[in-house]
């Protein structure tokens, strides 16, 4: 089993920064990917960012290219999500997911453990 716990969430005003964190427990962090997806109200959860096990590869949707960038620290068992210039239409909840295997990718079926998920409300 794996643990995976989000935090970093919140309000901020439109083009304000936020940083999510993940913290994993339960099995070996550095040999899987790791992606987070988020669910606005009312949509389905869609891909935003995934990286693979070592750090070397990232994928991005893309309206988060060039705004939010992913990344991991295998020794704290941790993934990020640095996100900024936020819009409006950001504001949803983030989840953290552990992978299957090492490559990144943007398939939830892919994924084998969830967070709880973590707000991000973003103001106009």
């Known amino acids: 089993q794996v643990q995976l716990v989000e935090s970093g969430g919140g309000l901020v005003q439109a083009g304000g920064s936020l940083r999510l964190s993940c913290a994993a427990s339960?099995?070996?962090?550095?040999?899987?990917?790791m992606g987070w997806f988020r669910q606005a109200p009312g949509k389905g959860r869609e891909f935003v960012a995934a990286?693979?096990?070592?750090?070397?590869?990232?994928y991005y949707a893309d309206g988060v290219k060039g705004r939010f960038t992913i990344s991991r620290d295998n020794a704290k068992n941790t993934v990020a999500l640095q996100m900024n210039s936020l819009k409006p239409e950001d504001t949803a909840v983030y989840y953290c997911?552990?992978?299957?295997?090492?490559?990144?990718?943007?398939?939830?079926?892919?994924?084998?453990?969830w967070g709880q998920g973590t707000q991000v409300t973003v103001s106009s």
């Open positions: 997911a552990y992978g299957w295997s090492r490559r990144p990718t943007t398939l939830e079926y892919e994924y084998a453990y």
């Open positions: 339960g099995r070996t962090f550095e040999s899987y990917g």
């Open positions: 990286i693979s096990s070592s750090g070397g590869s990232t």
